[in-house]
Structures are given as structure tokens and as C-alpha cells.
């Protein structure tokens, strides 16, 4: 006996986007409330002016919901339509149960479910694995949700990351096209630089570099600078060449929102034309981890830095260190 398998390859693309930003801004000024810092010397370093914070009613999963039924409505999709729901994040404070089945069942659907963890990377490749599925035939629509709060995971007295990050959630319904929607995607990981970006303490309950009393995020900012805008170059090259496109074909670059410095010396270093917009919501936003892209691709269309239909190049990096980045069409906004 032989298993069948489809062998007819259709095209993928995102047939619809949504984001949830939280309706706390918080400004510099207030970050600073507690950060031996200033508005001049976060702006200086990160560019980041103001960040959201989620509420104490705002739930990882219950953001996550609200970007879906924006992207579901956007596709013109049903939630009993899809096949998989996978959520990227590295912020749900539960290992188990997971945050996707919860998000399914709560928009009425009964798909298979999953989270991913890679980091700032978890969107890039969460979308990989949505478009390979609708590829290959395993499904016909995916749910792609980032989602982070990140600002429950923080030491709000470390220089290093109290004034960096932000929470957020980004989702994508992923489906059959007419032709390619999202390209093939470049990416890969690190380990041997796992100690760049790191949960400290570990869930064991470890105590040794902290005195919270929960996990937080520890990054070394300079190992980070030192590592994505050059490294990260190569790989958008790479993505470029596997989708058949020249930087002169590009209508928008949407990089992860991890410091407007590293934004901006990536696209120096790829040598983006002017013509090019370059996403920058993090300016606004802050670093959402797994949530930015959705989130800088929305501000851009948003704000008719883009349009609907247009040819992106997608960057995202992060712990691990992983990345991933796809050339991909912008889709309608919900």
C-alpha cells in the first residue's frame, strides 16, 4: 500500500492582516520615572519615543484573539475555515497548556494549533510554516498570529532593555492564491550566541544573575549591533535571490523593530534605493518581538507608506539567534 500525497504545488500568500495595539502608550519620560536614564539618551540610542503597555485586562490570548478577528475579516476567511492556528511568541507564562488552542477556541474553530518559540524571528518563521502548508496542499488557510508582552518581563531598572520593549500582537490569515504571495524563505540560527539574548531566571527558578521574582529579558545591546545589520544583510540578499527579486523591484522593507540604529544600518548595508519605504513603527511601538512585523507592516499601510499589493522584503531576528526573512505582498488591512 502506498500513501497518497498531493503533488500539485498552489501558490500561498497573506490574504489578510490585523493587528492589537495596547491603548497604554507610555512615554520616555515615564520609563524614566524608574530608569536612571532620559528622553534624550533613549531616543539617541533606540529612537523609540513612546512603547505600549498592555492592561491588566489585556491578556496574551485575548489580544491575540482581537488581531485575528481583524485579519479573519480582512480575508473574508471563517474561523472554521482554517486548518492551523500557530502562534509565535515567546511571552505566553504558561509552557503548558499552549496559548494557540486557547486563541482557536476562542475565535470558534477547532484547528490544530500550536506555539512556536523563535524569538523576535517567530513571525518570519511561523509564516514559513503557514505558506509551506497552503503550498503543499496540508491546508488551505492558516492563522499566523504574533503576539508578545513583553513589558511583563522586564526589570524596569536594566538599561539595557527597560526603554526597548513593548507588547503588541500582528496576525495574518495565510491561503491559496492566484499567484505567489510569499516567497521562500531565507533563514537559519546561531546557538553559539544564545547568551546575547537570554530569560534569566530560568523557569527551574535559578536566581543567580537577578532578584526578581519572576523571569525577564537580559540582552547585551552591543552583541546584538554588532551582529544583525551586517549578518542580517546576507540574508535578505538571500531571500531576494530565492524569490527572483532586485532590490529595484522593492516597494517597502519591513525589518523587525528592534532599534531604529540597526533599521537603519541594515538598509545601508543591503543597499536599498531611495524608492524604498522602510518600516520604522518602532519609533511608536518599541521592540514587540514577534509581533513586529505585523505590527510595522500595518503602521506602513496605515499611514500610505505602503499599499495593499505591494512587494515587501521581511526581516526578523532575535534570540536564539534565529532569523528568517521572505519576500512577501502586502495584504488587505483589517
Given at each position: 500500500?502506498?500513501?497518497?500525497?498531493?503533488?500539485?504545488?498552489?501558490?500561498?500568500?497573506?490574504?489578510?492582516?490585523?493587528?492589537?495595539?495596547?491603548?497604554?502608550?507610555?512615554?520616555?519620560?515615564?520609563?524614566?520615572?524608574?530608569?536612571?536614564?532620559?528622553?534624550?539618551?533613549?531616543?539617541?540610542?533606540?529612537?523609540?519615543?513612546?512603547?505600549?503597555?498592555?492592561?491588566?485586562?489585556?491578556?496574551?490570548?485575548?489580544?491575540?484573539?482581537?488581531?485575528?478577528?481583524?485579519?479573519?475579516?480582512?480575508?473574508?476567511?471563517?474561523?472554521?475555515?482554517?486548518?492551523?492556528?500557530?502562534?509565535?511568541?515567546?511571552?505566553?507564562?504558561?509552557?503548558?497548556?499552549?496559548?494557540?488552542?486557547?486563541?482557536?477556541?476562542?475565535?470558534?474553530?477547532?484547528?490544530?494549533?500550536?506555539?512556536?518559540?523563535?524569538?523576535?524571528?517567530?513571525?518570519?518563521?511561523?509564516?514559513?510554516?503557514?505558506?509551506?502548508?497552503?503550498?503543499?496542499?496540508?491546508?488551505?488557510?492558516?492563522?499566523?498570529?504574533?503576539?508578545?508582552?513583553?513589558?511583563?518581563?522586564?526589570?524596569?531598572?536594566?538599561?539595557?532593555?527597560?526603554?526597548?520593549?513593548?507588547?503588541?500582537?500582528?496576525?495574518?490569515?495565510?491561503?491559496?492564491?492566484?499567484?505567489?504571495?510569499?516567497?521562500?524563505?531565507?533563514?537559519?540560527?546561531?546557538?553559539?550566541?544564545?547568551?546575547?539574548?537570554?530569560?534569566?531566571?530560568?523557569?527551574?527558578?535559578?536566581?543567580?544573575?537577578?532578584?526578581?521574582?519572576?523571569?525577564?529579558?537580559?540582552?547585551?545591546?552591543?552583541?546584538?549591533?554588532?551582529?544583525?545589520?551586517?549578518?542580517?544583510?546576507?540574508?535578505?540578499?538571500?531571500?531576494?535571490?530565492?524569490?527572483?527579486?532586485?532590490?529595484?523591484?522593492?516597494?517597502?522593507?519591513?525589518?523587525?523593530?528592534?532599534?531604529?540604529?540597526?533599521?537603519?544600518?541594515?538598509?545601508?548595508?543591503?543597499?536599498?534605493?531611495?524608492?524604498?519605504?522602510?518600516?520604522?513603527?518602532?519609533?511608536d511601538s518599541g521592540n514587540t518581538s514577534a509581533a513586529s512585523v505585523p505590527l510595522a507592516i500595518e503602521a506602513m499601510l496605515r499611514k500610505e507608506e505602503a499599499a495593499v499589493g505591494d512587494?515587501?522584503?521581511?526581516?526578523?531576528?532575535?534570540?536564539?539567534?534565529?532569523?528568517?526573512?521572505?519576500?512577501?505582498?502586502?495584504?488587505?488591512?483589517?
Amino acid at each position: 500500500m502506498r500513501i497518497e500525497q498531493p503533488v500539485e504545488m498552489t501558490h500561498a500568500a497573506m490574504l489578510g492582516l490585523g493587528v492589537h495595539r495596547p491603548e497604554r502608550v507610555v512615554t520616555n519620560e515615564e520609563i524614566c520615572e524608574v530608569l536612571d536614564s532620559s528622553d534624550e539618551w533613549i531616543q539617541t540610542r533606540s529612537g523609540i519615543r513612546t512603547r505600549r503597555f498592555a492592561g491588566e485586562d489585556e491578556t496574551l490570548i485575548g489580544m491575540s484573539v482581537s488581531a485575528a478577528r481583524k485579519a479573519l475579516d480582512a480575508a473574508g476567511v471563517d474561523a472554521d475555515q482554517l486548518g492551523c492556528v500557530i502562534v509565535a511568541t515567546s511571552t505566553h507564562p504558561e509552557h503548558t497548556p499552549a496559548s494557540a488552542p486557547q486563541v482557536a477556541t476562542a475565535l470558534g474553530s477547532t484547528a490544530a494549533a500550536l506555539d512556536i518559540s523563535a524569538g523576535c524571528a517567530g513571525f518570519c518563521h511561523a509564516l514559513n510554516l503557514a505558506a509551506s502548508m497552503v503550498r503543499s496542499g496540508a491546508e488551505t488557510h492558516v492563522l499566523v498570529i504574533g503576539v508578545e508582552q513583553l513589558s511583563r518581563f522586564m526589570d524596569p531598572t536594566d538599561r539595557g532593555t527597560a526603554f526597548i520593549f513593548a507588547d503588541g500582537a500582528g496576525a495574518v490569515v495565510v491561503g491559496p492564491s492566484d499567484a505567489p504571495g510569499i516567497g521562500p524563505t531565507a533563514w537559519g540560527s546561531d546557538g553559539s550566541q544564545a547568551h546575547v539574548i537570554t530569560q534569566t531566571p530560568s523557569c527551574m527558578g535559578t536566581r543567580a544573575h537577578t532578584d526578581a521574582d519572576h523571569p525577564v529579558v537580559q540582552m547585551e545591546g552591543t552583541a546584538v549591533f554588532r551582529w544583525a545589520p551586517f549578518a542580517m544583510a546576507k540574508v535578505a540578499h538571500q531571500a531576494l535571490e530565492l524569490a527572483g527579486v532586485g532590490l529595484d523591484d522593492l516597494d517597502a522593507f519591513v525589518p523587525h523593530q528592534a532599534n531604529l540604529r540597526i533599521t537603519q544600518t541594515l538598509a545601508k548595508n543591503i543597499g536599498l534605493p531611495e524608492s524604498v519605504a522602510i518600516g520604522t513603527d518602532v519609533v511608536d511601538s518599541g521592540n514587540t518581538s514577534a509581533a513586529s512585523v505585523p505590527l510595522a507592516i500595518e503602521a506602513m499601510l496605515r499611514k500610505e507608506e505602503a499599499a495593499v499589493g505591494d512587494t515587501a522584503l521581511l526581516i526578523a531576528f532575535g534570540a536564539g539567534l534565529s532569523y528568517a526573512g521572505q519576500v512577501v505582498t502586502l495584504p488587505p488591512l483589517g
